[in-house]
């Protein structure tokens, strides 16, 4: 482990210098970003915004006045935007193992408090390995949502991440991320590429042993909100890789004791109030759930407590209770998320309830 902590050091480190020094796509944002996300960029310096890796959008809705924790934070761009989201009353916390890209994203610190009005910092920026999270002093139970963006691959103990990011979280909140996913497993002499595994292609998990890792560790309902393809035009890369395809995929995991392995169906249903900043016409939970304002919705179990055992409750009006139990959600489907379309700024994806 001490040796890929090394390589990716070295690679984020030094190697790569701003993202144009990227050989694929994988490390990128592809999906469009909403307006208020941009005019949150446009606030955060250029150094830090030069020195962004990620593979996608990893800040969900309803932020005002949260404690976020920000893994693999890098040069602090996602830190920098969460800070304005969560406001004077919420708290960042950003994590990094690269000396480089930390001393980028502390220069700046008194530069953005100052950019954003606020009189005293709402972020801080720790230097540790992910797999380590406990040495780090945080306080468990006492974070609403962790993020991360494209950084799970580039761990080599996936479960331990996980397992701590389940201790950290208060119950009923969530872990929001975005990382690559491969369509196989990764053979181990891929795993061993230095630049595949800079490059956050050979690190990766396959899908479907994440969505196990996880409801093991105890994020028992997995949910997409998007997925996208990453296509690779570097030829060296595609020789290596062959028939392995590569997804961008956005999770969130809700730490919940009450969910189940499947979609169970109780006759509840659901209505959104439209009280969410930015996302007043509708809310996209996932990429199978969107809520019209004002529009009854029928859900399951599951759906219902991601809601009401969560910081949205008092954005819904709910329906319903657990006492008659009517089998499994009609139309939940197990589709994997590279046979499906997913995306959180259009039509949602027909499975699952």
């Not at 969460?82 to 980028?104: N, P, R």
């Not at 761990?155 to 996980?162: N, S």
């Not at 035009?233 to 004791?257: C, M, P």
Request: with cysteine; glycine share 8%.
């Amino acid at each position: 482990m001490a040796d890929v902590h090394l390589d990716v050091q070295d690679y984020y480190g030094k190697v790569l210098q701003t993202t144009d020094d990227l050989m694929t796509n994988a490390c990128t944002t592809s999906s469009a970003m909403p307006r208020y996300i941009k005019t949150a960029i446009s606030n955060v310096h250029e150094e830090v915004i030069s020195k962004y890796y990620g593979c996608g959008l990893t800040l969900p809705l309803r932020l005002e006045g949260a404690h976020v924790l920000d893994l693999g934070s890098g040069a602090g761009r996602d830190c920098y935007i969460a800070s304005q989201l969560v406001g004077k009353e919420g708290y960042v916390v950003g994590v990094d193992m690269t000396k480089e890209q930390l001393l980028t994203a502390r220069k700046y610190i008194d530069f953005h408090m100052d950019k954003f009005g606020y009189s005293k910092k709402n972020v801080e920026f720790h230097e540790g390995y992910l797999e380590e999270l406990s040495k780090l002093n945080l306080k468990g139970a006492s974070f609403d949502v962790v993020v991360s963006n494209c950084v799970l691959n580039l761990v080599k103990d996936k479960r331990a991440v996980l397992e701590a990011c389940f201790a950290l979280l208060k119950e009923g909140g969530e872990l929001y991320f975005s990382d690559v996913y491969a369509s196989r497993r990764i053979p181990e002499i891929l795993a061993q590429d230095k630049v595949l595994y800079g490059e956050c292609l050979s690190g990766a998990l396959y899908w479907n042993d994440f969505e196990q890792m996880a409801k093991q560790v105890g994020f028992f309902d997995p949910r997409v909100v998007s997925s996208s393809p990453i296509t690779i035009q570097n030829e060296d890369a595609i020789e290596k890789l062959g028939d392995i395809k590569f997804h961008s995929i956005t999770y969130r995991l809700f730490k919940l004791k009450d969910l189940e392995p499947d979609c169970e169906d109780f006759g509840q249903a659901v209505r959104y109030l439209g009280n969410i900043q930015h996302s007043e016409k509708g809310m996209f939970l996932d990429a199978h759930h969107y809520f019209e304002k004002g529009k009854i919705k029928a859900v399951c179990g599951n759906t219902w407590n991601m809601l009401f055992q969560t910081r949205f409750k008092e954005n819904f009006d709910f329906i319903g209770n657990f006492e008659t139990h009517y089998g499994i959600f009609e139309g939940c489907g197990k589709n994997p998320p590279f046979n499906q379309i997913a995306s959180n700024e259009g039509t949602p994806a027909l499975s699952c309830c």
